[in-house]
Each structure stands twice: as structure tokens, then as C-alpha cells.
């Protein structure tokens, strides 16, 4: 929970610079080494050894990957940072630039018709706060599955979606979402541990990180000024 309290800092001060991340996913948010690790490259040499060749199979034409490792706790800090800045954008071009957030962390309005912005970052931390908490991604970005789990889009959307075919009912105001899908089910099931009193707020906190009208969805900064995420951390610490 201190990665998420972090990642909001630093979206918080990329916003306020003027800028939209618009690829923000677990793959982009790096865990810091210790300070011993980063002063000592024998010391992780050591404990991770040599870099490997990705393994591939007959079938494949060859390549030369190195292979993922995995880091030993003790190298490892509690300290994140973002990376991978190859979509990044200034707020104010954002409407001219194509490219979008990876499907299961893409905010619902970048697929209709809206600009990347600060709010879609937002809806993008959501989801890495989900994966944080639960385990799980919670909307997986796709539309059907999204609104089964919030319920309808706004109607005025209707009409405006651009990657594919959409359906009626995903924008019809009786369209209910599935209660064993809800946020609350899923933090209950996911999350047995967590009182009550816990996954209600938890499952607040997300409701309103995930707002479908972008100029609703409240800003990093005001994801910071809710103390869940303090209580979180030191539950979880």
C-alpha cells in the first residue's frame, strides 16, 4: 500500500507539471533497489547471477531476450518509480496524439471519442491499485465487462464509441450491474482478511477513483487527501 501512496505522489507532480502519462500499468512502475544494492553491484550480481537467455521454443524464429529474474526481498525497497515515458504528452496535446493505455488499464472515455488526461491517469492507478490490494485488475478495460461491474455508461456517450461495435444496453440507465461482480464482492472474496468496516471503504474509495465522467473523477491529489491509504499502510506494514 505504500507503492500506491507513492504512485500517486508522483502522478500528483507529473500533473502539476502539465503532463499525461497515458500508459500507466503494473509493467511501468518499478520497485527502487535498497541503498546498499545500489552501491554494491556485487551484491546483486551475486544474488541474481548471470543473465539468461529467454527460453523459445522449435517453432519460433530466433531472437535473444534476456529472461525476467526475480529479485530477492532483501534488495528491494519500498521506494517505486514510473517508467517508460514513450507516451508521454503535455495536458494541453493530448487531443492531438493517437496511442492509447493498454486495454485492461484504459479509462472507458478514451474509447469514446475523449482526449487523454490527468483523469484518464487516474482511472489507470485504479486499476494498479486493484491489482495492489486484490491481486486482480478490476475492469479489465473492456466495456461490457466494465459496466457489469459499475453499471451503464453516461447516455450522452451513446453513439461515440470508437473501438468496435458497441451495445445499447452498455448506455441504458436500467442496465444494473452484476452484484456478484460488484467492487465489494470482488474485495470480499479476494480479500477475506479485511474487516468490514475495511471493504466498504476500500470499495468507496475505488467507486470514486473510477467515476466515468472524467471531469468528476477526482484528482491524485485528492486521492491523497483521503487517509485510506494511510490506514492501509499501516495495517499492511
Known amino acids: 500500500m505504500r507503492a500506491a501512496k507513492e504512485l500517486l505522489h508522483a502522478l500528483n507532480d507529473l500533473h502539476k507539471g502539465g503532463f499525461v502519462h497515458r500508459d500507466l500499468t503494473g509493467r511501468n512502475i518499478l520497485w527502487g533497489l535498497t541503498e546498499n544494492a545500489r552501491c554494491n553491484a556485487d551484491i546483486v550480481a551475486t544474488d541474481l547471477g548471470l543473465p539468461k537467455v529467454l527460453e523459445r521454443t522449435a517453432t519460433e524464429k530466433p531472437y535473444h531476450l534476456v529472461a525476467p529474474v526475480d529479485f530477492p526481498p532483501h534488495l528491494i525497497s519500498e521506494s517505486i518509480q514510473i517508467c517508460d515515458f514513450g507516451m508521454i504528452v503535455r495536458a494541453d496535446e493530448a487531443a492531438d496524439i493517437k496511442g492509447f493505455t493498454p486495454q485492461e488499464h484504459r479509462a472507458p472515455e478514451l474509447d469514446h471519442r475523449f482526449s487523454a488526461s490527468a483523469a484518464s491517469d487516474v482511472w489507470s492507478f485504479t486499476c494498479v491499485f486493484s491489482k495492489l490490494y486484490m491481486g486482480i485488475v478490476s475492469f479489465q478495460g473492456y466495456p461490457s465487462y466494465t459496466v457489469e461491474v459499475l453499471g451503464p455508461f453516461p447516455q450522452e456517450w451513446h453513439s461515440q464509441y470508437t473501438a468496435g461495435k458497441s451495445d445499447d444496453s452498455w448506455y441504458n440507465p436500467d442496465t444494473l450491474p452484476k452484484d456478484y461482480l460488484s467492487l465489494l464482492a470482488r474485495i470480499k ?16 474509495f475505488m467507486h470514486r477513483a473510477s467515476t466515468y465522467e472524467p471531469d468528476c473523477r477526482p484528482t491524485a491529489a485528492e486521492l491523497l487527501s483521503d487517509p485510506l491509504i494511510d490506514d492501509l499502510i499501516k495495517r499492511y506494514t
Open 189 to 204: 472474496k479476494r480479500n477475506k482478511d479485511a474487516d468490514g468496516g475495511e471493504q466498504e471503504r476500500v470499495s468507496k
